[in-house]
């Protein structure tokens, strides 16, 4: 099954790798489980493994004293460190402290949960260190960036990371935060139900229309996402593309896996309490031990109907063992059963649609295997439209990978468009400029995006004010207890100036544009503000207009009324404000001269939930670089110290070795083994008494010491055994160039008798006999010196020496034979005799040494027939 799903992504999915070659890193970041995958050219794609080949990773970080833990690692460690186990994280991004899911997650978890200056939330390790969740999720992305990059053999920058549907800006903000601290750029945010969505459409066409549910029952929460799917060939391109498209979601923020281990978790306890008459919950590591053991048996529940818990010293220690079926499980549940399906009739109706228009429920996500999860959704949709045709815990990560993967437009993917929905109704409101002094101002909200509403899309609103003003974005209603609706106060700046200004140069009834814009990854701002006015011409008739527009400020208010009714401002820029006090504005803007349009400035504020500053950003990535550092170095330490052991022990195994001819007992002398040994005692010594405290550059310098012992006894022996293979060479070169010079001088004295060219000249002969004399004098006096010296003491030659100085022959000797053969010889039975003989000599000199550059190339075409031959005296050589 895995297999035939990435071979068939394979073929989809060309890599072209064009001029930038950034890989793409997706993350399906779960409650319970991190999930990754990596695009990058050459590398097959598929999910990213862990440090042990497991396809998913689970979603804690844990200190155990000051080493940091990461997924099963980590998840292990809570029954031991307790306060020092963070899971869960994802619960509580951006969660205001006083707000409902802290509460919770106070429940659930044994951490200890203080708050920020920001007021959200930081867990505390026992040592007092506190981490807001930000960082906590900062660090489970760069884990994942560093397999990412062990894998990519590159640096990883750009991340793409699945969302819930309903997460809010904050919690959006958040997560991109996260990103940033973790060292990664974000790509985009994808909701995971669309990043499903996506996965189902790669590998299939849809010729007629079709409508999915993606119904995704995961750790913290259950979506239900409906999707329209539809492929259509483009008639001018006549390539074809599905085009994918959300038309509503539907979800339980609280309903999920977590929840499902709590009640499970509170069968343990009450069975424990009431067999030792003790409130385990008043023992963090009993607690975190049932926590762990309500998991496992949620598990072995979803696939038979009792199973036993067995915790060894659950708290005072006492061990527990307990039966629990999966009908008592499914009883304590029994008020979430009418919730497990709710989100999909809630999607339905938000996308305006009926059981009947749906062709399959696709189940995805862990929760989907407990049985009573999936009967209810069975239940509610009819067997028969349930589809279990995607990776549950794999189709998100892979399917945000490809739409990742798309939009950095490095790769060439299938071609899907994607369009998505934000959940939430989103609303701008602003006061109205007062119409006297000291009446009170009175707030005008307009519905800017409701929930439903297309990401990707800009909205533009038109305000008759003539001095600086706010508009404040806000959910209409709050996406979680406790969670504020104020997203953010956007001010606009210099409107007094920008407005007097177009008043005073003529302009009728000038007005403020302000660009509202809901981004791809579901993020609403201000983006950009404008004041425009149409100016008329400069006449008087034209000055008396602006006068009079000027003066009319009555009309402002009916201008921000009209305003307020949200059908008029629903669709994007071009057909803004139509119903406004200035309906030609539009037309005329694009013939007006530029003048008429003033950017205003915008000032973005938060009081609420704020995303994190520049400066805390830094902050918090410098805290994580800094355990990066602690950690690098305590593990160059850790190597150090390893292969310094392990050196010692080689050491003393030479030592101890009984055998008197082991290379090193033979190289080495009595009192130089003695040293080492001593020394090879106080290294011991010291590792064991200090070896913990020490610096990584002792350890190396400790090793340096002893191995300045060692190295002339393995000096030694490595000579010896080099030695004959010198010997040989220099002696080849020495017989050779003998062979050379007997057969040079043979063919000298013959030629000088024939009255023929020669290659070389006598001296150039003597020359070379020169250096083969000396190199025989020296190579016969050491060579007779190093047959006296024992094993154990030093070369009296080097072989490195006896090479140098077998190069230099061979070099000489390689210098005349390579010479070319005189052309002469070969042309002379044809033409005369007496011209040749110049152009020979020089180019003899020309050519010396390089055989190549002959510069009598047309003769070249002459020789061909001497060169294999002289390869082949080479050979002899
Ligand atoms: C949904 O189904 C109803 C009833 O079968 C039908 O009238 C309607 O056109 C369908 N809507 C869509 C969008 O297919
Ligand atoms: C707008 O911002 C720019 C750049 O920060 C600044 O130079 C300019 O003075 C500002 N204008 C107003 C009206 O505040
Ligand atoms: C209005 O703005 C324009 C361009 O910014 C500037 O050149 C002009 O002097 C301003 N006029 C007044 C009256 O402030
Ligand atoms: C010397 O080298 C030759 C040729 O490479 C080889 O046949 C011979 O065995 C070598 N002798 C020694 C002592 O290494
Ligand atoms: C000496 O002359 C013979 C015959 O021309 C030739 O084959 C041989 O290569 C020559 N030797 C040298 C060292 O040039
Ligand atoms: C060098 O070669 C010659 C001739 O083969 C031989 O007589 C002599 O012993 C060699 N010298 C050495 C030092 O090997």
């Known amino acids: 099954m895995r297999l035939l799903h990435c071979w068939s992504f394979l073929s989809l999915v060309a890599l072209i790798p064009q001029a930038t070659y950034a890989s793409v890193l997706a993350i399906d970041y779960g409650n319970d489980w991190i999930k990754a995958s990596l695009m990058k050219p050459g590398i097959p794609f598929d999910v ?55 509460q919770y997650y106070t429940k659930i978890s044994t951490a200890t949960v203080v708050e920020t200056p920001r007021k959200t939330v930081a867990l505390k390790q026992s040592d007092g260190t506190e981490w807001s969740a930000e960082e906590l999720i900062a660090m489970q992305f760069a884990y994942v960036k560093q397999l990412a990059e062990t894998l990519a053999e590159e640096k990883v920058r750009d991340v793409i990371v699945t969302v819930p549907p309903y997460y809010s800006q ?27 969505a996506i996965n189902y459409a790669m590998t299939r066409t849809f010729s007629v229309p079709e409508y999915h549910i993606i119904y995704d029952a995961g750790a913290s929460s259950i979506r239900a996402t409906v999707v329209s799917f539809t492929t259509a060939t483009d008639p001018k391109t006549s390539i074809s593309g599905t085009h994918l498209a959300v038309t509503g979601v539907g979800y339980d923020r609280t309903t999920g896996g977590v929840e499902l281990d709590r009640r499970l978790r509170d069968i343990l306890i009450e069975a424990f309490n009431a067999k030792h008459k003790k409130d385990v919950r008043q023992d963090k590591r009993g607690m975190a031990k049932l926590w762990k053991e309500s998991q496992r048996v949620k598990a072995i529940l979803s696939a038979n109907n009792d199973a036993t818990a067995t915790v060894e010293s659950v708290a005072w220690d006492l061990d527990f063992r307990t039966k629990v079926s999966r009908s008592s499980f499914e009883d304590a549940c029994e008020d979430l059963k009418p919730r497990y399906a709710q989100p999909i009739h809630d999607a339905l109706k938000n996308a305006g649609l009926t059981l009947d228009n749906i062709t399959s429920v696709i189940l995805t996500g862990g929760s989907t295997r407990t049985p009573m999860v999936q009967n209810a959704v069975r239940a509610a949709v009819g067997d028969d439209k349930i589809a279990l045709n995607v990776n549950a815990d794999e189709a998100a990560v892979l399917g945000a990978a490809l739409h990742g993967a798309s939009l950095s437009r490095q790769f060439k993917t299938k071609n899907i468009k994607v369009t998505d929905i934000i959940a939430h109704d989103i609303q701008a409101s602003y006061f109205a400029a007062a119409t006297t002094s000291n009446s009170r101002p009175r707030s005008i909200t307009t519905l800017i995006f409701p929930a439903g509403s297309k990401v990707g899309t800009k909205k533009t609103l038109t305000f008759k004010r003539k001095e600086d003003f706010a508009i404040y974005l806000d959910y209409k209603n709050s996406v979680a207890p406790g969670f504020p609706t104020r997203m953010l106060e956007a001010e606009l700046i210099g409107v007094t100036e920008a407005i007097g200004n177009l008043t005073e140069r003529g302009a009728t009834d000038p007005v403020v544009k302000a660009t509202l814009t809901l981004s791809e990854s579901g993020f609403v701002s201000v983006t950009d503000a404008i004041a425009f006015g149409e100016i008329k011409d400069d006449s008087i008739t034209g000055k008396l207009k602006g006068l009079f527009g000027k003066g009319s400020s009555s009309s402002e208010e009916a201008t921000e009324s009209a305003e307020n009714t949200p059908p008029r401002d629903t669709d994007t820029t071009s057909s803004t404000s139509s119903a406004n006090a200035t309906p030609s504005a539009e037309p005329e803007k694009k013939a007006a001269p530029v003048e008429n349009t003033i950017p205003l400035n915008i000032s973005i504020s938060f009081t609420t ?26 593990y160059r330490k850790e190597e150090a110290r390893n292969t310094f052991e392990s050196y010692l022990y080689r050491l003393r195994d030479l030592l101890d070795d009984d055998n008197n001819d082991t290379p090193f007992k033979k190289c080495s002398q009595e009192s130089e083994r003695k040293e080492i040994a001593e020394k090879l005692d106080d290294s011991f010594q010291w590792l064991f008494d200090r070896g913990d405290l020490t610096e990584t550059s002792q350890l190396l310098d400790k090793r340096i010491a002893l191995e300045t012992l060692e190295r002339p006894i393995v000096h ?124 020979n000599g020089a180019g003899e000199e020309q050519a010396e040494g390089e055989s190549i550059e002959d510069p009598s190339a047309g003769e070249d075409k002459q020789v061909p027939l001497k060169e294999p031959e002289e390869e082949k005296t080479h050979d002899e050589l």
């Open 716 to 839: 030694r022996y490595q000579e010896i055994e080099a030695f004959p293979q010198a010997l040989n060479n220099s002696q080849m070169w020495n017989w050779s160039t003998r062979l050379f010079l007997t057969e040079a001088r043979q063919n000298l004295t013959a030629e000088a008798t024939a009255d023929l060219p020669s290659k070389w000249t006598k001296e150039e002969l003597d020359a070379l006999e020169k250096t083969l004399k000396e190199h025989e004098t020296w190579l016969a006096t050491w060579v007779e010196k190093q047959k006296s010296v024992k094993p154990n003491e030093d070369p009296v030659i080097e072989t490195t020496e006896m090479k140098a100085r077998a190069k230099v022959l061979e070099t000489h000797l390689q210098k005349l034979w390579k010479r070319k053969v005189p052309k002469v010889k070969k042309v002379k039975p044809t033409s005369t005799s007496a011209e040749p003989e110049p152009t």
């Open 48 to 102: 990213l493994l862990n440090k042990d080949s497991k396809r998913k990773i689970q979603s804690v970080v844990a200190w155990k004293k000051n080493d940091r833990l990461f997924g099963s690692d980590a998840f292990n460690l809570a029954a031991r460190f307790p306060s020092d186990s963070f899971q869960s994280v994802k619960l509580l991004d951006a969660a205001p402290f006083d707000s409902e899911v802290v």
């Open 170 to 196: 904050f919690e959006r903000d958040a997560i991109a935060d996260a990103i940033e601290i973790a060292g990664l750029r974000t790509l985009a945010l994808i909701n995971d139900g669309t990043a499903v």
């Open 609 to 634: 939930i704020p995303p994190m500053t520049v400066d805390e950003k830094k902050i918090a990535r410098g805290r994580l670089r800094a355990i990066d550092a602690e950690e690098a170095a305590k």
